[in-house]
């Protein structure tokens, strides 16, 4: 296959470049984050701090023991340490007001299903915390492992409590 001698094609030198409206809107509106503190002053914003601290509660007082010699320690903390991240998470989206910047996503769905999820699994989880409680187990980490069942339950009637106000707002949203 001989390719013929062909003359070289000239170049151009012009670069066309195109930026999205997307990406200019983008470093446009993020610019600077606004800060929500009353946020903090309202019963959700409440709830959830309630959440991050006994969360954060729960699941130091198992991990300071030997918990991953029991499966259900193991299940209850990965229900206490997941959502604690989410709650904080959650937390900074409500604060920084980043929910109003991306308004595609249904933010009261989301708090909704989250809340509801949350009292679900950690009722669940703090079953499992109480009833796999017993001196003979382990004796020497009765009291964390108790502490911690007595604190996952506060930690899920926050959560139901953040589901009743979420399903509030959900309901409000959808009849107008």
Request: aromatic content about 18%; glycine content about 4%.
């Amino acid at each position: 296959m001989d390719l013929p001698n062909r003359p070289p094609r000239p170049r151009s030198h012009t670069v066309t470049t195109t930026s999205s409206s997307f990406t200019a809107n983008l470093s446009a509106s993020s610019s600077t984050l606004a800060y929500d503190r009353e946020f903090l002053r309202t019963v959700p914003g409440l709830l959830m701090v309630t959440e991050i601290v006994l969360g954060l509660l729960v699941w130091t007082l198992i991990a300071g023991t030997e918990y991953f010699l029991y499966p259900a320690f193991g299940w209850v903390m990965f229900v206490a340490v997941f959502y604690w991240v989410l709650t904080v998470f959650f937390l900074i989206i409500y604060m920084t007001m980043t929910y109003t910047r991306i308004p595609q996503v249904p933010w009261t769905m989301v708090g909704l299903c989250f809340n509801g999820s949350a009292c679900v699994l950690y009722l669940i989880a703090a079953i499992v915390d109480a009833s796999s409680v017993t001196k003979d187990l382990d004796n020497h980490n009765y009291n964390s492992w108790a502490a911690s069942s007595f604190f996952a339950f506060v930690v899920t009637s926050c959560y139901a409590g953040n589901t009743y106000f979420s399903f509030i707002s959900w309901r409000s949203r959808t009849l107008q």
